[in-house]
T-cell receptor, first 112, second 114 residues
């Protein structure tokens, strides 16, 4: 099994719908992240969490919300999806600062 | 503030040729630097990392990178490209402060011609 698992892997949704992307990890890491990848823009940080009670906005948090249900679970929600939220979304985990991040396989989201 | 610049959004090499992917960084703290690879329809996988030990860092699949403080660079190289190296490559630097989040470059897509 993968260390970082994202569900769903692909999703098509309509404008205005609420959608949740889920992430779970078996690394035992406290730090979890949600990134968005767009062609030519690299990865941009949406939200991050250092533990269950610590949630922080990243570079592009507008239009998104998150929930850290447990150390191992971190979900990303789009309350009212819009077409420019069409992108590839990645969840990642890290141990201590300075260590590398471990990524899930990604969720390809299309908003029509 | 920390930042990463990857020179060249697309690089094309012939099979067997040298691969050179460029990364320059800016950092107000001693940098921790990373190279990741993303194969089609997959997540990012760590190739190698620099964390203030040896300046020449060896990674998987014969990739290596050299940290040059005077040039603020961390270029990725491989002596001989394989078709299987075709992928997108991302350079990242650790952000300063207590968060220490990773800041990614915009990526370089490597094509390998037969």
């Amino acid at each position: 099994d993968a260390d970082v698992t994202q569900t769903p892997r692909n999703r098509i949704t309509k404008t205005g719908k609420r959608i949740m992307l889920e992430c779970s990890q078996t690394k035992g890491h406290d730090r979890m992240y949600w990134y968005r990848q767009d062609p030519g823009l690299g990865l941009r940080l949406i939200y991050y969490s250092f533990d269950v009670k610590d949630i922080n906005k990243g570079e592009i948090s507008d239009g998104y919300s998150v929930s850290r249900q447990a150390q191992a679970k971190f979900s990303l929600s789009l309350e009212s999806a819009i077409p420019n939220q069409t992108a590839l979304y990645f969840c990642a985990t890290r141990g201590q600062p300075g260590t590398e991040a471990f990524f899930g396989q990604g969720t390809r989201l299309t908003v029509v | 503030a920390q930042s990463v610049t990857q020179l060249g959004s697309h690089v094309s090499v012939s099979e067997g040729a040298l691969v050179l992917l460029r990364c320059n960084y800016s950092s107000s703290v001693p940098p921790y630097l990373f190279w990741y690879v993303q194969y089609p329809n997959q997540g990012l996988q760590l190739l190698l990392k620099y964390t203030s030990a040896a300046t020449l860092v060896k990674g998987i699949n014969d990739f290596e990178a050299e940290f040059k403080k005077s040039e603020t660079s961390f270029h990725l190289t491989k002596p001989s490209a394989h078709m299987s190296d075709a992928a997108e490559y991302f350079c990242a630097v650790r952000e300063g402060g207590s968060q220490g989040n990773l800041i990614f470059g915009k990526g370089t897509k490597l094509s390998v011609k037969p």
